[in-house]
């Protein structure tokens, strides 16, 4: 979570240089916000990709452990099996 409130500052502060420096003239500021910006960006959208193949991982893991769970008369491991699918949905929503 610290990442994510770290990459939307640098993207907010980035883009306020920008701005500013394009309204002064003063090119490197703008410069340097643009490129501020644009490494926030991309670093939100790898976390972003990072967050969603875990948020898979977890729904197939869940949906196994629920089938055998469910197979073996495990409820303990059916219950953990329909948390993990759910930790998976929200991972893969966010």
Request: net charge positive; glycine share 12%; hydrophobic share 35%.
């Amino acid at each position: 979570m610290t990442d994510r409130i770290s990459n939307a500052f640098n993207s907010t502060v980035g883009g306020a240089k920008q701005s500013i420096g394009e309204t002064i003239g003063n090119n490197n500021l703008a410069a340097s916000g643009a490129q501020q910006k644009a490494q926030a960006d991309a670093a939100q959208k790898a976390a972003d990709a990072k967050t969603h193949a875990e948020g898979v991982g977890n729904k197939v893991k869940g949906s196994v452990q629920q089938n055998v769970g469910s197979m073996t008369g495990n409820t303990s491991m059916e219950a953990r099996g329909h948390a993990n699918e759910v930790r998976g949905d929200m991972k893969r929503n966010v």
